[in-house]
């Protein structure tokens, strides 16, 4: 995945790293809802018409990052604020912390659980097929987690990163995510991920940890209408 196929990730993830889980229509793709709500296009002149509208039923909404459509009549494309995407490019220090562990469908109810009080909308009951995940549990609990979920043979997008209110501030966010980082590192791939401007505490832990601001990419919602 050249730096450049970052600023179109939806697309090329469903083409490379998913493509057999990918629902194509010629220039256009998407991921199964069960796995995520996410459309991604060739360029901005795929024709909504032939290219979109089979994969997208009435009244349904979809994501899209990085290249959005010129939309006709019956559809809505709501433009967010752009998102930070940013990469890392050399190992990160691991603090120390509790034990990480992989996370399997063993522990699905609980990733469910925590993603639908701190990770909403993006997060569905298949989005742990989408690559690894591992978290950390403290006093019976899942206290965080993150996961793999966009990138090709070069590059992994980390993503997921999310605590629960009752652990914040101990530092598994950051140890959780060194740690990723740095394997996805040795395995030759390049770490990157997409951060709301909004959060500033989790943009802020990314820079203080090494990773860089890459650019700010366009983040819309489509919707058909029913």
């Known amino acids: 995945m050249a730096t450049t196929e970052l600023d179109n990730p939806f697309w090329n993830s469903l083409r490379t790293r998913h493509r057999d889980i990918a629902v194509v229509n010629g220039e256009a ?17 795929v024709d909504v018409a032939t290219g979109v509208a089979p ?3 009435a009244g349904e909404s979809v994501y899209l990052i990085g290249v959005a459509p010129v939309v006709p009549r019956g559809w809505e494309l709501e433009a967010y604020r752009p998102l930070a995407q940013m990469v890392a490019s050399t190992p990160l220090e691991v603090v120390d912390g ?3 562990i992989p996370l399997s469908a063993a522990h699905r109810d609980d990733v469910l659980a925590l993603t639908a009080l701190v990770y909403p909308h993006y ?24 996961g ?29 995510t060194a740690m990723l980082t740095n394997d996805t ?35 819309w919602a489509l919707r058909r209408s029913g």
């Open 98 to 100: 509790p034990e990480i």
């Open 185 to 219: 590192l040795a395995r030759g791939r390049v770490p990157f991920l997409h951060v709301s401007h909004e959060n500033a505490r989790a943009k802020q832990l990314y820079e203080q940890i090494g990773f860089r601001h890459r650019r700010d990419i366009g983040f």
């Open 55 to 57: 994969l997208v039923a």
């Open 29 to 45: 793709a998407r991921y199964p809802a069960e796995y995520a709500p996410f459309l991604g296009i060739a360029h901005a002149g």
């Open 148 to 176: 793999e979920r966009l990138g090709t043979d070069t590059h992994t997008e980390m993503s997921a990163i999310c605590t629960h209110p009752d652990f914040l501030g101990r530092g598994y966010a950051r140890r959780l």
């Open 123 to 146: 997060f569905r009951p298949r989005t742990m097929e989408m690559g690894r995940y591992f978290g950390i549990y403290q006093e019976g609990r899942l206290a965080a987690i993150i």
